[in-house]
């Protein structure tokens, strides 16, 4: 009897083990036991997703020099005006007048940025208990350097101040640059998808469509070049260059961080695998109101701001893969 009473108490809590992991089986399908036993799930799951694929940005460039002026000479004759670069090596200029001096921080830019890059990003979220429809997500998107160049920068119309002769006006063309941006982006997601009933059907098409804020961080790199010989003799930009035995001043390669609040929307169709794995592709777009452009000293302890992209659009074709457990 007292064998048999040892056997039990060592039989006991193994059974009471093995009872106790079934129940733990349905770990990944988190809600709870109700009185008669039978599992009931909630709907909520953990995401994990990445994605990849194309971005095209779009945006207007405004001129962020400021106050930089330049001189210029009037030829009475031909009515020519040229700049004081060209007139103080010109030695057939003697009829030459003041013309005064224009503004080149009142000349547009020429061109606008449309480019096109590589775009890559994940997300972690939480599809909502009870409400299985909504997930919330943290996304983060890094899109790739694109390049913006524009030769001229500047080009327009502008009017001459403090001449010999008034009501001069002429026609500036301004500087060349190659530059570069990077954009990362960090934003939280609410995302609505488009089903009936409490589970993502399997074998099917899932539209969805979602919102969110966040924010960007984009990193631009500027080399700019006087190719037309009227930033050179500029004193206010001595500083950000150096002289070359020809007169040019050359640009040292600058950069320069742009941090905005951002908007986020996106839509698109997701495809159930099983219950846990789903193809998901969209497009999504991202609003940034403002990346800048500066000039840099030699060690970038001082910068100038040159241009920006203002509301910048970044229209995103994505395809990834989510995982809901």
């Not at 350097?145 to 008034?166: D, F, H, K, T």
């Not at 998808?193 to 960007?216: C, E, M, N, S, T």
Request: glycine share 10%; proline share 3%.
């Amino acid at each position: 009897m007292v064998t048999m009473m040892k056997r039990m108490l060592f039989v006991l809590p193994m059974i009471a083990c093995l009872v106790s992991m079934g129940a733990r089986a349905n770990w990944e399908y988190d809600g709870e036991y109700v009185r008669d036993g039978y599992y009931q799930d909630d709907g909520r799951r953990f995401i994990i997703l990445v994605r990849g694929g194309m971005s095209y940005g779009i945006a207007k460039m405004k001129n962020d020099i400021g106050t930089l002026t330049s001189e210029f000479y009037y030829n009475p004759n031909d009515g020519s005006i040229v700049s004081a670069a060209y007139y103080d090596k010109c030695t057939t200029c003697g009829d030459y007048v003041y013309a005064g001096i224009a503004d080149i921080g009142k000349v547009p830019i020429k061109e606008n940025y449309r480019e096109m890059s590589f775009v890559g990003g994940m997300a972690i979220g939480w599809v909502l208990p009870w409400t299985p429809q909504w997930r919330f997500q943290v996304d983060w998107d890094y899109i790739s350097e694109s390049e913006y160049n524009a030769l001229p920068l500047l080009s327009g119309r502008v009017p001459l101040e403090g001449g010999e002769v008034s009501g001069l006006s002429v026609d500036i063309r301004s500087g060349g640059v190659q530059s570069t941006v990077t954009t990362n982006i960090l934003s939280a997601m609410a995302i609505r998808d488009f089903y009936d009933g409490w589970q993502k059907p399997l074998r099917k098409i899932i539209p969805y469509a979602g919102f969110g804020l966040g924010y960007a961080d984009s990193d631009t790199v500027l080399n700019l070049s006087d190719l037309y010989g009227d930033l050179s003799s500029s004193v206010d930009l001595q500083n950000y260059g150096d002289m070359d035995d020809y007169g040019v001043l050359q640009f040292y390669t600058a950069k320069k961080s742009s941090s905005n609040l951002a908007g986020t929307v996106t839509f698109g169709v997701s495809y159930g695998i099983s219950e846990s794995f789903f193809l998901d592709t969209g497009f999504r777009f991202t609003y940034v109101p403002k990346i800048k452009w500066a000039l840099s000293n030699a060690d970038g302890s001082h910068t100038r701001d040159w241009f920006h992209a203002e509301n910048m659009l970044y229209a995103n074709f994505l395809f990834g893969f989510r995982w809901e457990f």
